[in-house]
């Protein structure tokens, strides 16, 4: 499974940025889709998760929201009213289902390759 994450930028507090993310090399509905972000000098974190619903961390939630594209094997991050501790290298990464917990880094094994975020103020 391949993971392509592209999108990120320098934007301004308050502004928007949309992220996305190809999938190739497995059927895209065999696959959770997630988002994680690593800000710097600080560990990975995660922001959201497509399953059967959309779950976000606590941090992002009301602002970024995640989507996909079946037809296209995509998925999508689009993050408003951005904040300077926004700022991180952002990751798309895949998982099978029952492979763990679904807001652990550990339990994700494919991993794009991360886009960097800048918000300045």
């Known amino acids: 499974v391949q993971l392509q994450a592209s999108g990120g930028g320098l934007v301004q507090t308050g502004g928007s940025l949309g992220l996305s993310c190809v999938v190739s090399?497995?059927?895209?509905?065999?696959?959770?889709m997630a988002w994680f972000r690593q800000a710097p000098g600080k560990e990975r974190e995660f922001v959201a998760i497509?399953?059967?619903?959309?779950y976000y961390a606590d941090s992002v939630r009301g602002r970024f929201t995640a989507s996909k594209d079946s037809a296209k094997n995509m998925v999508y991050l689009q993050m408003n009213n951005l904040k300077s501790e926004d700022t991180a290298i952002y990751y798309c990464?895949?998982?099978?289902?029952?492979?763990?917990?679904?807001?652990?880094?550990?339990?994700?094994?494919?991993w794009g390759q991360g886009t960097q975020v800048t918000v300045s103020s």
């Open positions: 990464a895949a998982t099978r289902p029952g492979s763990g917990v679904i807001y652990h880094q550990s339990t994700y094994a494919y």
């Open positions: 090399g497995s059927t895209f509905s065999d696959l959770y």
């Open positions: 497509i399953v059967w619903n959309t």
